[in-house]
């Protein structure tokens, strides 16, 4: 599996001081391996969504065919909001 960030969580992620980046780019990569690894759970009322636990960052994503598309990344309190609000960033 290949791990795609959208547009947005991408210029975040730019934007993180560099232990945090690192953190987070070496979890985002957890994904791509089979059976992906990670605190990975579904997210409920929201179908085809997961989310993975990377500290106290929330990376929101969906599987489709061979890749996984990261939608949302923030920290755990706003990235269940943001999602909420039909991404509206």
Do not use: C, W
């Amino acid at each position: 599996m290949q791990v795609l960030l959208h547009k947005i969580p991408g210029k975040y992620l730019d934007r993180l001081n560099e232990p945090d980046k690192g953190h987070i780019k070496t979890a985002l990569k957890g994904l791509e391996k089979e059976p992906p690894e990670g605190d990975i759970k579904p997210i409920s009322g929201q179908p085809g969504y997961f989310r993975l636990t990377i500290g106290s960052y929330r990376a929101l994503f969906r599987y489709r065919d061979d890749h996984i598309f990261v939608t949302h990344l923030d920290p755990r309190g706003q990235v269940y909001k943001k999602k909420n609000k039909g991404n509206k960033r």
